[in-house]
T-cell receptor
Framework: ETGVTQTPRHLVMGMTNKKSLKCEQH?????MYWYKQSAKKPLELMFV???????ENNSVPSRFSPECPNSSHLFLHLHTLQPEDSALYLC????????????FGPGTRLTVL | AQTVTQSQPEMSVQEAETVTLSCTYD???????LFWYKQPPSRQMILVIR??????QNATENRFSVNFQKAAKSFSLKISDSQLGDAAMYFC???????????FGAGTRLTVKP
């Protein structure tokens, strides 16, 4: 266990559903990240929160909505997703600073029907 | 924008032998960090090794070492005395020192043969 947990681990949803992914870090970090990992593609950085403030949004569709209520918790709210959104969604955390190691959670395997 | 390229989708190595995984990147920045991450099957991604661009000395961590060629924008990972537990996907990553941008390569799947 690396100190970053994600729930649920697996999620199947229809295109009209609304669901949320949860990430929690127990490492005292102050930056958190959402990544999308699709088969045979590089990890895509979706959102970055530093000190609970969103500092980066890499042109992610609005059907993905992040929330960071405090430095330990990060959510990704999902609504009206498309089948191509099926992927492994990874959460990570780090201390602020470019060279700091990011600690990853186990991911949520999302399938959109 | 920065890009990271891993030209070897798959590699294999005999147990106890040495293997080198390639990574190149494209950037106009002078200050940045480079990483190799390992993702074992169905397990969490973990950091293998890190290199600061301002350091000329290549980073080493036990059996893992890098060959960092800043001018060539190359950052290869050498695994010595390969072990069965080294089998995983390996991702090369670039992080800017100016913003929070983090870029990953597509990964190299390493198989270790007993």
């Amino acid at each position: 266990e690396t100190g970053v947990t994600q729930t649920p681990r697996h999620l199947v949803m229809g295109m009209t559903n609304k669901k949320s992914l949860k990430c929690e870090q127990h490492l005292g970090h102050n930056a958190m990240y959402w990544y999308k990992q699709s088969a045979k593609k590089p990890l895509e950085l979706m959102f970055v929160y530093s000190l609970e403030e969103r500092v980066e949004n890499n042109s992610v569709p609005s059907r993905f909505s992040p929330e960071c209520p405090n430095s330990s918790h990060l959510f990704l709210h999902l609504h009206t997703l498309q089948p191509e959104d099926s992927a492994l969604y990874l959460c990570a955390s780090s201390q602020r600073g470019g060279g700091d190691e990011q600690f990853f959670g186990p991911g949520t395997r999302l399938t959109v029907l | 924008a920065q890009t990271v390229t891993q030209s070897q989708p798959e590699m294999s190595v005999q147990e106890a032998e040495t293997v080198t995984l390639s990574c190149t990147y494209d950037t106009s920045e002078s200050d940045y960090y480079l990483f190799w991450y390992k993702q074992p099957p169905s397990r969490q991604m973990i950091l293998v090794i890190r290199q600061e661009a301002y350091k000329q000395q290549n980073a080493t961590e036990n059996r893992f070492s890098v060959n960092f060629q800043k001018a060539a924008k190359s950052f290869s990972l050498k695994i010595s005395d390969s072990q069965l537990g080294d089998a995983a996907m390996y991702f090369c990553a670039y992080r800017s020192d100016y913003n929070n941008d983090m870029r990953f390569g597509a990964g190299t799947r390493l198989t270790v043969k007993p």
